[in-house]
């Protein structure tokens, strides 16, 4: 069995999620973390290596994946550094990036090698709606997508733009990626972008057909819910992306339903099938590098 080491630039909330789920993974080894405001982070009750910058870290090991998951701004910056440093692929956090402005030096520096963490296209009840859709021609294109995605963030105040940057950077890119699952997004259409909450529209194509998707995500909530509603012919398709659940209907008719295992926690059952793709021969395109510049332009707004 070959063994991935790997190297992790950034041990803060999200960075626990990847830990998780790599440490599940006989054909992993972390071999070093990089963060220059913490200290090394257990992994299957080791200590890695521990360095204050991914540059000295890359001087020391080699590692076949970098994986960075620090905050969006310092993106660009350490995806370069770990592709030129090394030869390993490079795994980012999403937004990739926050500016399109940066997507060429990324690509210079080898696209090939890039890829971003969009979990949400793995998400269990959104790969089952992408199923179900795609078995049912019959019930005609995707019309219409209205989608909701709300975090508790407004009481943590500028620290939550620090972390976060808006709700927008935070939550937006996911709705495209759930989108991008279901439909081919085409343009954002509108945004009203107020920092802790945003309400934007999206145009699609789906089946040869023109759609648009209302957005909303905010920080303004007492507590984590998120939710998209698909309408395609006479038939609803909900998804709770919270509870990973969905069901399909057509007027009085149940036609089919998703439920998770109530075990599994949400990050994890994303993380879990991103990385079995990732580090598989052939990784899933979503991850690539060409659709994370396109939703990078999408999200920032390019065309409208």
Known sequence: MVTTRVALAGVGTIARTHLEVLAERSDVDLVCTVDPNAGPPAFRGATPAHYPDLAAALSSHRPDLVVVATPADSHADLAVTALTGSAARVLVEKPMVLDPASLD????????????????????????????LAAHPSWGPVTGITSAFYDPYALKGERAFMSY?????????????????????????SLLDE?????????????????????????????????????CGDVEVWLDHTAMTGFAYRGGELLATHGGDGRTPRKVAHYRPLYASLLSDRPDPVLGFATAAALTRLHAGAGR
Do not use: M, Y
């Not at 990324?106 to 199923?131: I, K, M, N, T, Y």
């Not at 996911?174 to 259409?189: I, K, P, W």
């Not at 089946?207 to 819910?225: C, F, I, K, M, V």
């Open 165 to 189: 940057v808006s709700a927008w950077a935070d939550s937006g890119i996911n709705q495209l990626t759930v989108l991008s699952r279901l439909v081919e997004v085409t343009g954002v259409t």
């Open 195 to 231: 920092g802790d909450t945003c309400w934007a529209t999206a145009s699609f194509r789906s089946r040869g057909a023109e759609g648009t998707a209302r957005l909303h995500t905010s920080w303004r909530t007492g507590a984590s819910s998120k939710s998209s509603a698909v309408t």
């Open 105 to 132: 030096r990324l690509g210079a520096a080898g696209g090939d090698r890039l890829f971003a963490a969009h979990h949400f296209a793995f998400s269990p009840e959104v790969v089952w709606a992408a199923d179900l």
